[in-house]
């Protein structure tokens, strides 16, 4: 299987686990598939959380070298967590969102999947982004 799917598949398998589940793949990527890992929580207003949670998916890929602190690196993390927003944004403006990102990267493909719910009072949605960029 091609590469970018792999690494896409690993990074949306890690948004959807809970934490301990979550522990127990990122060796298991590690050491099976050579496939660095990382994962963030997160929720909050639309609207108001985008920006933290961009920040929140560079410091993690940062905490997990998963990369460096170059621009581009930095760079392919924010956009790629950008674009995976966009993907849902008509589900989620004005509302409630709550979930999880998970981040995979092997060689030059890195991989960003957000997993959340959106939702007010007891309406719940389900909604999911992914974005794939390469860097060196």
């Known amino acids: 299987m091609e590469k970018s799917l792999v690494v896409a598949k690993t990074a949306l398998r890690l948004?959807?686990?809970?934490?301990?589940?979550?522990?127990?793949?990122?060796?298991?990527?590690?050491?099976?598939?050579?496939i660095k890992t990382a994962a963030v929580d997160f929720g909050g207003e639309y609207n108001k959380s985008v920006k933290k949670i961009?920040?929140?998916?560079?410091?993690?890929?940062?905490?997990?070298?998963?990369?460096?602190?170059?621009?581009?690196?930095?760079?392919?993390?924010?956009?790629?967590?950008?674009?995976?927003?966009?993907?849902?944004?008509?589900?989620?403006v004005g509302l409630n969102i709550g979930g999880?990102?998970?981040?995979?990267r092997k060689g030059d493909h890195l991989v960003v999947a957000i997993f959340?719910?959106?939702?007010?009072?007891n309406l719940n949605e389900v909604a999911v982004g992914l974005s794939h960029r390469t860097i060196n």
């Open 15 to 34: 948004a959807i686990s809970d934490r301990k589940e979550e522990n127990k793949l990122k060796k298991e990527y590690l050491k099976e598939k050579s």
């Open 54 to 92: 961009i920040e929140n998916a560079v410091i993690a890929a940062r905490r997990e070298n998963l990369i460096n602190e170059t621009h581009t690196n930095q760079g392919a993390v924010a956009g790629a967590t950008h674009e995976a927003l966009k993907q849902i944004m008509s589900s989620a």
């Open 100 to 104: 999880k990102i998970g981040i995979a």
């Open 116 to 121: 959340f719910g959106v939702g007010m009072l």
